[in-house]
């Protein structure tokens, strides 16, 4: 019945139709109905480009890669001035990591297209398959920090402890995977742990999970969107201590090939729990809201970041509530294994109503340096010494506070 409804329909002229129908299909990811109408109209258009085309982009999408290789081969036999067949080649073969072949089409790909965007996957599709990148990675990070000053968070740095300063082993796994539905959207997830033991301090070994889920459009050559979800959870000594849902949504527009500005908006809901150790800490429950805007400009070896924002942070104690706002920024350069990160930021927190005891609304005053070198051990090693001073200037004593962070770490791409 299927093939006697789509004959007539072709009959009556709605070739052209039927073509829209299934590549409406293939952006939303329904490559199975897609392949169902193409397979049909094909029977009456054999020699049509846009139907061999679009039937490699849906065995593409369902994982048949001898019949999408097939398709796309006979597309470019039928018309090869059409560029866009040969990124989807490259992609094919980039999948397969066949990086030889996918670098052939790419590269004649970069060379006949003028589209800045499409150019950027490609090149990205080239490198990725260069480096063995998969569509999914697993990363471990074991590492040891010295820790003048041990502040749990920066907004609440009171510590009930004689001592302040320790070291610290940590443990950090790392998941997730990229999924491309279709040329213009990406799906991912993330899950981080990380584990914290001290040599001392042991009422503050931290364990906390996060968990984020995400997805980009590609709405024009230059803009595209993206909205995340993210969880996150903390244990503070066996304790449980925070929970945090939030959503971020974000504009990103490429300006430039080197120059990138992202437009972003997060809302938060945070959740405290009181244990021994941090009596009243529920009463920093609450909405907390950021909007910001951040550059990134990047060329071959390295690159420069800034980030500005306006923090907006509710509490269910009034004496926990701010309004904020702070910038950051990073420069980063690299050449052959090693690699060099110098950064600073700096926030402004200024505090609703008088904190208990005081006669005063809280105001702080946050800037942080820090400093990242990375020695590229092998292709899955990497060896990462850091150091981070902060100085909290405060109007209110105990809110007062320096720290100085220094970390060595190994990094081990499993995946």
Not at 254 to 278: A, E, H, I
Request: aromatic share 14%; with cysteine; glycine share 10%.
């Amino acid at each position: 019945m299927l093939f006697l409804s789509m004959a007539s329909f072709v009959y009556a002229g709605g070739m052209e139709t039927l073509i829209g129908r299934a590549e409406a299909l293939i952006e939303r990811g329904d490559y199975g109905r897609a392949l169902a109408i193409l397979k049909e109209i094909e029977k009456e258009e054999p020699e049509s480009f846009e139907i061999k085309y679009n039937l490699g982009l849906s065995y593409l999408g369902l994982s048949k890669y001898s019949e999408a290789e097939n398709a796309f081969k006979r597309a470019l036999e039928i018309n090869p001035s059409i560029e866009e067949t040969y990124l989807q080649m490259g992609r094919l073969f980039a999948m397969k990591g066949e990086c030889d072949k996918a670098e052939g089409y790419l590269q004649r790909f970069l060379k006949d297209s003028e589209d800045i965007a499409l150019k950027g996957i490609a090149t990205e599709l080239i490198e990725r398959c260069k480096k063995g990148e998969k569509p999914y990675y697993l990363s471990v990070e074991i590492g040891g920090q010295y820790d003048s000053n041990i502040v749990l968070e920066p907004t609440k740095p009171i510590v009930k402890s004689d001592k302040k300063s320790d070291y610290r082993a940590f443990l950090v796994l790392n998941g997730g995977i990229n999924h491309s539905i279709t040329e213009s959207v990406l799906f991912y997830a993330d899950y981080q742990f990380y584990q914290s033991q001290h040599k001392a301090v042991h009422d503050y070994d931290l364990r906390a999970h996060n968990l984020s889920l995400g997805a980009d459009l590609l709405v024009t050559d230059t803009i595209s969107t993206g909205i995340e979800y993210s969880f996150n959870y903390a244990t503070v000594g066996e304790e449980l201590y925070s929970r945090y849902h939030s959503i971020t949504g974000s504009i990103s527009v490429q300006w430039m090939d080197p120059l990138r500005q992202d437009v972003y908006y997060t809302y938060k809901k945070n959740r405290y729990w009181d244990s021994p150790l941090f009596a009243g800490n529920s009463s920093r429950s609450g909405d907390e809201n950021r909007a910001g805007t951040s550059f990134v400009y990047q060329w071959k070896g390295g690159g420069i970041t800034f980030d500005a924002y306006r923090t907006w942070v509710g509490a269910e104690k009034g004496f926990w509530e701010y309004d904020g706002y702070g910038a950051s920024g990073s420069v980063s350069i690299g050449k052959g294994r090693l690699s060099l990160m110098i950064g600073a930021d700096y926030e402004v927190e200024d505090y609703k109503n008088n904190f208990p005891g005081q006669t005063r609304n809280r105001e702080d005053r946050r800037q942080r340096y820090f400093g990242e070198v990375q020695y590229k051990i092998s292709r899955s090693l990497t060896l990462v010494g850091g150091d981070s001073y902060t100085y909290n200037d405060s109007n209110i004593n105990i809110f007062e506070y320096k720290r100085n962070v220094v970390s060595l770490i190994m990094r081990w791409k499993i995946l």
